[in-house]
Each structure stands twice: as structure tokens, then as C-alpha cells.
T-cell receptor
Framework: KAGVTQTPRYLIKTRGQQVTLSCSPI?????VSWYQQTPGQGLQFLFE???????NKGNFPGRFSGRQFSNSRSEMNVSTLELGDSALYLC???????????????FGPGTRLTVL | AQTVTQSQPEMSVQEAETVTLSCTYD???????LFWYKQPPSRQMILVIR??????QNATENRFSVNFQKAAKSFSLKISDSQLGDAAMYFC???????????FGKGTKLTVNP
């Protein structure tokens, strides 16, 4: 079974631009969560989507948004990029159909975003 | 809000020896899970071990074991017979029951010396 994939793996943008990152979960998984990892703030939860609905949201400005498609693939968008948005963006998938109360989360390799 | 604290930014251990990484957390919930994740230089986040709050028995996975002290809200990771491949960042994480959201500590960088 293929793991979680994220595209692109590396991205360079300039301030003011917008960017879209993609995450394809493990087949059958319905939940996708996004995290931002920076040296200063560590790992911070952005949001979680389950069956195309945002189920939970972290404390990030409205410039950060996401969505999930019917095949469970998810995208996150960051508009009006700032230097501080430079980070590793990780996604994690879980909740297979027929899963239990606890479902392990599997992480993708991340997208490294650099804002110049 | 739940918080997770790792007080050791860096630790080192000799190959084949034992090391313990510390973690404390704060929550008012009764249903939760605690995790240790490993992040090697490749940046791939890997689950090392999981502990359900309702279980009194400490979780073990081969050379990895935890010391879960619920009243003290402490959750340490012991790595026995350390190997060079254990070198990585280790993150302690909390997850409330029924939620997929993970709250991470700042991490401990583990160096394994040959």
C-alpha cells in the first residue's frame, strides 16, 4: 500500500505570492491533517479535514486555508506569503473506512517552502 | 489548552547504552493518547510508541519503552541498546480522544556516539 505523498517536495516563492500544496493520503483514509514545522515554533497544527469537511482548525491567520476532495486528497493554500511562512509543511492521514476509535496517523515526507 | 513540554533540547548516548528522554504534559481531559515520534534527517515523521491514558501498563516496542506517570503527567521514553540509527529528533505528542489533532513538544535531538 502506498504511503502518504506530498507534492511538490520543495518550493521557492517570493513575498506576496500565493502557494498551493497537495497531500494524497493512504488509500481508504478519510482524514488529512496539516502541520507547519519551523525551528522557532516547532510543529503546529494547521487544520484537519475529514470527508471533505474541515473538522478542526489551529490558530493560524486566514491566509492559510485548505480543502479536501471527494477522493480524500487535500490541498492547502497560503496567500500573500510572508517570510515567516518558510517552513516544512507536513500532512498526515488516518481514519480508514471501518477504522476504530483510535486510528494511527501516517505522515508524508513534507513540502519544504522557502519564501524569499 | 493542552501543552507538551520537553525540557531536554539535546541528549547524547553511547552506542549500546540506554538513554531516557523526558516529557511532561498538561491536560484536563481523561481520554487521551500520548506518543513519541522520531524524525530523522530525512524529515519523515515515524511513530515510535503509543500510550493510551486509560492503560496503566507502560507501552513497550522492542528496545523502546515508556514510563507513564499519569498523576504526575509525565511520559518519558527509554531507548535501550542504542543504535546509530536511533539518532534523530524525538517529539513527544498528545492527542485528545476523538480528535486527530496532535500537540507536539519542541523536540529532543538525540545523538548516538559510536
Amino acid at each position: 500500500k502506498a504511503g502518504v505523498t506530498q507534492t511538490p517536495r520543495y518550493l521557492i516563492k517570493t513575498r506576496g505570492q500565493q502557494v498551493t500544496l497537495s497531500c494524497s493520503p493512504i488509500s481508504g483514509h478519510r482524514s488529512v491533517s496539516w502541520y507547519q514545522q519551523t525551528p522557532g515554533q516547532g510543529l503546529q497544527f494547521l487544520f484537519e479535514y475529514f470527508s471533505e469537511t474541515q473538522r478542526n482548525k489551529g490558530n493560524f491567520p486566514g491566509r492559510f486555508s485548505g480543502r479536501q476532495f471527494s477522493n480524500s486528497r487535500s490541498e492547502m493554500n497560503v496567500s500573500t506569503l510572508e517570510l515567516g511562512d518558510s517552513a516544512l509543511y507536513l500532512c498526515a492521514s488516518s481514519s480508514p473506512i471501518g477504522g476504530s476509535t483510535y486510528n494511527e496517523q501516517f505522515f508524508g515526507p513534507g513540502t519544504r517552502l522557502t519564501v524569499l | 489548552a493542552q501543552t507538551v513540554t520537553q525540557s531536554q533540547p539535546e541528549m547524547s548516548v553511547q552506542e549500546a547504552e540506554t538513554v531516557t528522554l523526558s516529557c511532561t504534559y498538561d491536560t484536563s481531559e481523561s481520554d487521551y493518547y500520548l506518543f513519541w515520534y522520531k524524525q530523522p534527517p530525512s524529515r519523515q515523521m515515524i511513530l515510535v510508541i503509543r500510550q493510551e491514558a486509560y492503560k496503566q501498563q507502560n507501552a513497550t516496542e522492542n528496545r523502546f519503552s515508556v514510563n507513564f506517570q499519569k498523576a504526575a503527567k509525565s511520559f518519558s521514553l527509554k531507548i535501550s541498546d542504542s543504535q546509530l540509527g536511533d539518532a534523530a529528533m524525538y517529539f513527544c505528542a498528545y492527542r485528545r480522544g476523538g480528535s486527530e489533532k496532535l500537540v507536539f513538544g519542541k523536540g529532543t535531538k538525540l545523538t548516538v556516539n559510536p
